[in-house]
T-cell receptor, first 113, second 113 residues
């Protein structure tokens, strides 16, 4: 299995909703990442997990809450989002030393209404 | 702050043409430079470059890194319509606590029949 799987593929949520994005990989990668990509912009790093511990938080608002239950799973919990949070959310994973580069999931296209 | 700049921003060519995409970087902790192709969703890994002057090649695509002048180029020969995409270059920085990708703004390539 050489894929990173993200669910759901599309999500529409209201500003008062609570939802979660899920990411799963079975490549034995010990580093996992969340990126946010707005239209016509490059991906921007949000969070990095290393050995299931949060190692980097790029000053992301608290309405985004990451969770890494185990080495194969990464969640992003969403609460009280704003319309400007609408974007493509990409999950990625890599070996801890990243020698072979990252593998990205197909992303979740989030729309906040 | 790490900075990755790509040029041109966009490019329109005809099938069979050869294109060269540029990526320059200013980073505090260089580990490697990566190239990705992004069509609709997930960026697809193309190359990872760590050493200067060594060309990496995959079919009609090739890439090289110059660590002295801090840039990389991606060449595509005999372009095809399927090469139409956004090409992203990224610096892999960070430390053992996590790998951070800082993306350039991308080059949008359109190949016309």
């Amino acid at each position: 299995d050489t894929e990173v799987t993200q669910t759901p593929k599309h999500l529409v949520m209201g500003m008062t909703n609570k939802k979660s994005l899920k990411c799963e990989q079975h490549m034995g990668h010990r580093a996992m990442y969340w990126y946010k990509q707005k239209a016509k912009k490059p991906p921007e790093l949000m969070f990095v997990y290393s050995y299931e511990k949060l190692s980097i938080n790029e000053s992301v608002p608290s309405r985004f809450s990451p969770e890494c239950p185990n080495s194969s799973l990464l969640n992003l919990h969403l609460h009280a989002l704003q319309p400007e949070d609408s974007a493509l959310y990409l999950c990625a994973s890599s070996p801890q030393d990243g020698v072979f580069g990252y593998t990205f999931g197909s992303g979740t296209r989030l729309t906040v209404v | 702050e790490d900075k990755v700049v790509q040029s041109p921003l966009s490019l329109v060519v005809h099938e069979g043409d050869t294109v060269t995409l540029n990526c320059s970087y200013e980073v505090t902790n260089f580990r490697s430079l990566l190239w990705y192709k992004q069509e609709k969703k997930a960026p697809t890994f193309l190359f990872m470059l760590t050493s200067s002057g060594i060309e990496k090649k995959s079919g009609r695509l090739s890439s090289i890194l110059d660590k002295k002048e801090l840039f990389s180029i991606l060449n595509i020969t005999a372009t095809q319509t399927g090469d139409s995409a956004i090409y992203l270059c990224a610096n892999r920085g960070g430390n053992n606590a996590g790998n951070m990708l800082t993306f350039g703004g991308g080059t949008r390539l359109m190949v016309k029949p």
